[in-house]
T-cell receptor, first 112, second 113 residues
Framework: AQSVTQPDIHITVSEGASLELRCNYS??????LFWYVQSPGQGLQLLLK??????LVQGIKGFEAEFKRSQSSFNLRKPSVHWSDAAEYFC??????????FGSGTRLLVRP | SQTIHQWPATLVQPVGSPLSLECTVE??????LYWYRQAAGRGLQLLFY??????ISSEVPQNLSASRPQDRQFILSSKKLLLSDSGFYLC????????????FGPGTRLTVL
């Protein structure tokens, strides 16, 4: 079955430091991949998506993600984290029925 | 622009009571609509989705049901709530065709006591 794995439950970084959140997806043809962010008690906001083409995709809020087929990964990065980036981040892929399969999420904590 | 609303924002209900959560979308027509549940500290579980009025697909057997009485209205219901129904319920919509991202509402926090 198609699945998405986010191996890190929590990540803590210092403000201004770089960030990388890991996401691995299971087998499949070219996957349609997404990163969402959720602030406490809020809905999910789309950060970026990958459908095809350039494997490095730019998103909102200074985030980017790179699709690596050889590693079945779609890691999210940001060069300099701001305190407002503290939130939970979800990676997702779309299955063959156009439904989203979510990872379990990574909670980002930012140290002042 | 499109917006999605969920009502109510929070709800505390006793075990055995009925439930009705509402989701409405503005600014688009014929959307796909989705209900997700997010249990504490866990990811999102798809509960129901709908591709049109009266068309509901259930993803997991449970104590809940969904209905779509109008094109842009999606309702999540239960006749008798269980403790395990507690969670954060999110509604989402997407364009009805092909592979498109989903846009989420602000959610409803349900606590069953």
């Amino acid at each position: 079955a198609q699945s998405v794995t986010q191996p890190d439950i929590h990540i803590t970084v210092s403000e201004g430091a770089s960030l990388e959140l890991r996401c691995n997806y299971s087998y499949g043809a070219t996957p349609y991949l997404f990163w969402y962010v959720q602030s406490p008690g809020q809905g999910l906001q789309l950060l970026l998506k990958y459908f095809s083409g350039d494997t490095l995709v730019q998103g909102i809020k200074g985030f980017e993600a790179e699709f690596k087929r050889s590693q079945s990964s779609f890691n999210l990065r940001k060069p300099s984290v701001h305190w407002s980036d503290a939130a939970e981040y979800f990676c997702a892929r779309m299955d063959s029925s156009y439904k989203l399969i979510f990872g379990s999420g990574t909670r980002l904590l930012v140290r002042p | 622009s499109q917006t999605i609303h969920q009502w109510p924002a929070t709800l505390v209900q006793p075990v055995g009571s009925p439930l009705s959560l509402e989701c409405t979308v503005e600014g688009t027509s014929n959307p796909n609509l989705y209900w997700y549940r997010q249990a504490a500290g866990r990811g999102l579980q798809l509960l129901f989705y709908s591709v049109g009025i009266g068309q509901i697909s259930s993803e997991v057997p449970q104590n809940l049901s969904a209905s779509r009485p109008q094109d842009r209205q999606f309702i999540l219901s239960s006749k008798k709530l269980l403790l395990s129904d507690s969670g954060f319920y999110l509604c989402a919509w997407s364009v009805l065709s092909g592979r498109n991202e989903q846009f989420f509402g602000p959610g409803t926090r349900l606590t069953v006591l």
